[in-house]
């Protein structure tokens, strides 16, 4: 089984400051990935990045990058020079090769930023 | 936009109703997701169609079933509803199988309303 663990409710970041998003995960598997998504409140799900279990480097794109530590189960996300149009719900999932079409989502923290 | 379309965007029925929500993946998409976001139990994966065929099953209740079409086109019937229903329906496609590092683009979803 696999659990993703979410545990800001909520945070608040100053605009253009850079701000950190947690999430641990559990699992048994070997090979995973693992996943951010924003939900603006308007509702849609929208892609951030993703990260192997087997990637030696974090990954980047453009203003988000995964801080992933292995021996730790984590895989923070950080948004640099934050935009007030950043303010929305940010999920972490992950998905396990053995069964890569279930993605299983954390509870999501809900990102505020403030001009 | 993501190139997922669902309809209808919002649906308000009764206890024991039954509905389907409808979902057209992405141009060359072969796989097909569907997800329920309630506030209770958060965002969770329910089935995966993959050309016709399912592919991976989550936490899908047995009122609930799904099909995808030959023309990729998938369908989510939901029936014998109960106000715990009430919910976001997300679908989602890729395309191919649903391999680890295949990123899933989700739809608007849809908002549905158990009275």
């Known amino acids: 089984a696999q659990k993703i663990t979410q545990t800001q409710p909520g945070m608040f970041v100053q605009e253009k400051e850079a701000v950190t998003l947690d999430c641990t995960y559990d699992t048994s598997d070997q090979s995973y990935g693992l996943f951010w998504y924003k939900q603006p409140s308007s509702g849609e799900m929208i892609f951030l990045i993703y990260?192997?279990?087997?990637?030696?480097q974090n990954a980047t794109e453009g203003r988000y990058s995964l801080n992933f530590q292995k021996a730790r189960k984590s895989a923070n996300l950080v948004i640099s020079a934050s935009q007030l149009g950043d303010s929305a719900m940010y999920f972490c999932a992950m998905r396990a090769s053995n069964n890569a079409g279930k993605s299983t989502f954390g509870d999501g923290t809900t990102l505020t930023v403030k001009p | 936009d993501s190139g997922v379309t669902q309809t209808p965007k919002h649906l308000i029925t009764a206890t024991g109703q039954r509905v389907t929500l409808r979902c057209s993946p992405r141009s060359g998409d072969l796989s097909v997701y569907w997800y329920q976001q309630s506030l209770d139990q958060g965002l969770q994966f329910l089935i995966q169609?993959?050309?016709?065929?399912?592919?991976a099953k989550g936490n899908i209740l047995e009122r609930f079933s799904a099909q995808q079409f030959p023309d990729l086109h998938s369908e989510l019937n939901l029936s014998s509803l109960e106000l715990g229903d009430s919910a976001l329906y997300f679908c989602?496609?890729?395309?191919?199988?649903?391999?680890?590092?295949?990123?899933?683009?989700f739809g608007p979803g849809t908002r549905l309303l158990v009275l």
């Open positions: 989602a496609s890729s395309p191919r199988t649903g391999e680890l590092e295949e990123t899933q683009y």
């Open positions: 990260q192997g279990s087997y990637d030696e």
């Open positions: 169609y993959y050309n016709g065929e399912e592919r």
